[in-house]
């Protein structure tokens, strides 16, 4: 199975402050990549696919970049309705997900 | 409107069987995969089962394989998780969510609310 390590596990940061966070793959796995995020009590929303793609109604703060088998997702400047969890999960084969960053207002 | 409505969980002892449904509504429901997603209470998410679009073809990971079972009622636009052989480590709050066709790229698009299951004696 591929592993995607994703960090930090949790970040506290200020509101208008760039976020960014990461995920490693333990194989090659292309732009075979999603992010998610998960508000506090609610399910997981589609935020990026195919590594850097923003999927529909998604704010342009949000974006995602790749060097390798490292992923990235970076929040140019936060807002309170950002704050919540975020997961990676890789679709090159059977899905598997990052261990998730919580975000939280410092 | 794309909706995914979970049924069917609760309280089950371990070794017992529970079933599933989520009723799908507001897109061509046999046009696409299906999936089911867990979530351990305070922990990340794990992938469960993904079944094709006519039902012939079903994925799962070692840790559910021979003891959970998905279908789907493409006429009912449903999709169901027959979970047999219950254990405590299967409690989660059980999303079904659908795979979504990005040129390629197959994410998890739509989510369900999600259904609890807890398995304790």
Redesign the interface.
Known sequence: DIQMTQSPASLSASLEEIVTITCQASQDIGNWLAWYQQKPGKSPQLLIYDATSLADGVPSRFSGSRSGTQYSLKISRLQVEDIGSYYCQQAHSNPTFGGGTKLELK | EVQLVESGGGLVQPGRSLKLSCAASGFTFSNYYM?W?RQAPKK????VA?ISTSGSRT?Y?DSVKGRFTISRDNAKSSLYLQMNSLKSEDTATY?CARL?N??G??????????VMVTVSS
Do not use: S
Not at chain 2, 44 to 47: A, D, F, Q
Not at chain 2, 105 to 114: C, I
């Open positions: 999936a997603v990340g998410l794990e992938w993904t994925y990971p999303y979504g990005y040129g790229m197959v994410p998890f698009d739509y989510w369900g609310q999600g």
